[in-house]
């Protein structure tokens, strides 16, 4: 077996597709798929239609790449045997003992929020311990990833905005979560004009490490690895992904899992409890210094960490709850309170002024997405915008956490209060994205400038594919 880490062997990743782990595209002995019981009667079945795939005598193996690939989980493809090497732990191990590369590690808050909760030690707590233990075992700078997402969600609102000045396609869907992603692309591609352009968090933060903040210290980007800390498998198909590469080097070179950065705590015999703490870096030190170019008095107006309320849920990104907010306080609409869906993995909002009114969504789990492709598909979808998680509870349950034995809705609820208690503290990482867009932007958020450095592209991607139901 290849040489990943034994938290990837041990884990049994949830299908995405079905509740099995059986690979959706060449299992032929199976004609359908039934969807777990529900009530909800948009979701229907999923039909597998009969492909001429080439029949298999004397259990010959069957060759699947990464272009066939669904993200189901269901199996490891030779394509990604390759890729999950790489992006191991024994290649960041590798990496940090190497005198001539500068590792970076990037850590997502979902990873803080998991750690937090099975450690019983707080979320900011847990970030300044490992910022500690990763500089100690090697590495060059630890980043709060909260910084990219800040970026992330003010540019989803003015792409969102400039959607609806210009007519352009609606509902607008949130882009950051790669199963989802994998699965429009390669099997649902008439929606891909619906999607955001905006990147990904960790999109962005490759970018900000790997375009701008490499020549803060006299680096080219090859000279820098790049490590996310991220609570998803399926990050580590997005990490490779052409459209997110500096000429051919990868803005982000490695991404582990929250189980496998566990896992190195266990290799390296640390005590998170007992251990010293230090601050995240910083790209800019003198923060204090804004310069003249953004307008920092309308600050509040924009950025996620001031618009957050108390009683504001944020989902896994918090793209619904910044929207409505932004959309609310900018253009004089009143806010409907969040209110639960068919089920617990969707939930809505309006916001309307007595003259316009604005739907809002998140659905999480593909049994919810499947709903939606097929509202999308008989043009029945009232929504304006959709914050999508491939995930059932969204990013803090993702596959790449830590396992939970008991009490798992308790834990996730748990977790959930964590990362939004953490989006409150965010006037140091205002600071720094005001100066990141004053100092190298050089323009303002939304800007062709902007829009240039924190947007992707999507396509369609050819491979077989779950049909139509």
């Not at 699947?64 to 960041?92: N, P, R, Y």
């Not at 609102?157 to 994998?182: Q, T």
């Not at 617990?344 to 909002?349: K, L, N, S």
Request: glycine share 8%; with cysteine; hydrophobic share 35%.
């Amino acid at each position: 077996m290849a040489n990943f880490s034994s938290a990837l062997k041990i884990t049994d990743v949830n299908d995405f597709i079905a509740p099995s782990q059986d690979c959706v595209v060449l299992d032929q002995s199976k004609a359908s798929l039934k969807l777990a019981d529900t009530d909800d009667t948009e979701i229907g079945q999923v039909q597998i239609q009969s492909k001429s795939i080439p029949s298999r005598e004397n259990n010959e193996p069957v060759k699947i790449s990464l272009h066939d690939c669904l993200a189901c989980s269901g199996c490891v493809t030779t394509a990604e045997t390759i890729l999950l090497e790489h992006q191991s732990i024994d290649q960041f191990k590798n990496k940090l003992g190497d005198k001539n590369c500068r590792v970076v590690v990037s850590i997502s808050l979902q990873t803080l929020a998991s750690i937090s909760d099975a450690r019983g030690i707080g979320v900011a707590e847990v970030g300044r311990k490992l910022s500690w233990i990763l500089r100690q075992h090697g590495a060059f700078a630890v980043f709060d990833l909260s910084i990219a997402s800040e970026i992330a969600l003010l540019e989803n609102c003015l792409e969102f905005e400039r959607r609806l000045r210009n007519g352009e396609k609606i509902p607008m869907m949130a882009s950051a979560c790669p199963g989802w992603i994998c699965y429009v692309e390669k099997s649902q591609p008439h929606l891909i004009p619906y999607i955001s352009s905006v990147k990904s968090p960790q999109g962005i933060m490759g970018t900000l490490v790997k375009q701008f903040w490499s020549s803060e210290i006299n680096s080219s980007p090859q000279g820098i690895f790049h490590v996310a800390i991220m609570p998803c498998y399926d990050k580590k198909l997005e990490s490779v992904r052409e459209e997110l590469m500096v000429g051919n080097v990868p803005e982000t070179d490695c991404v582990l899992t929250t189980g496998e950065l566990e896992k190195w705590l266990d290799d390296i015999n640390v005590n998170l409890s007992d251990t010293k703490e230090e601050s995240f870096d910083v790209f800019f030190d003198d923060a204090s210094d804004l310069g003249d170019l953004m307008d920092c008095d309308n600050a509040s107006i924009c950025w996620p960490s001031t618009l957050t309320g108390d009683d504001d849920p944020v989902g896994s990104g918090g793209y619904l709850s910044h929207l409505a907010r932004y959309m609310s306080l900018s253009h004089g609409l009143g806010r409907i309170p969040l209110k639960q869906g068919r089920n617990a993995d969707i939930a809505e909002c309006q916001l309307d002024n007595g003259q316009n009114r604005i739907n809002f969504a998140i659905i999480n789990g593909f049994r919810n997405i499947q709903g939606l492709v097929r509202k999308m598909k008989l043009g029945k979808c009232h929504y304006h915008f959709v914050e999508v998680m491939a995930c059932p509870s969204g990013c803090v349950n993702g596959g790449g956490q830590l396992p939970v034995e008991t009490g798992r809705t308790e834990a996730l609820g748990r977790m959930e209060k964590s990362v939004h208690a953490a989006k409150l503290r965010g006037s140091d990482i205002v600071k720094q994205c005001d100066l990141i867009y004053n100092r190298w932007i050089r323009d303002m958020p939304g800007s062709m400038t902007s829009v240039s450095k924190f947007t992707t592209s999507l396509k369609e991607r050819k491979g077989i594919s779950v049909a139509d139901w």
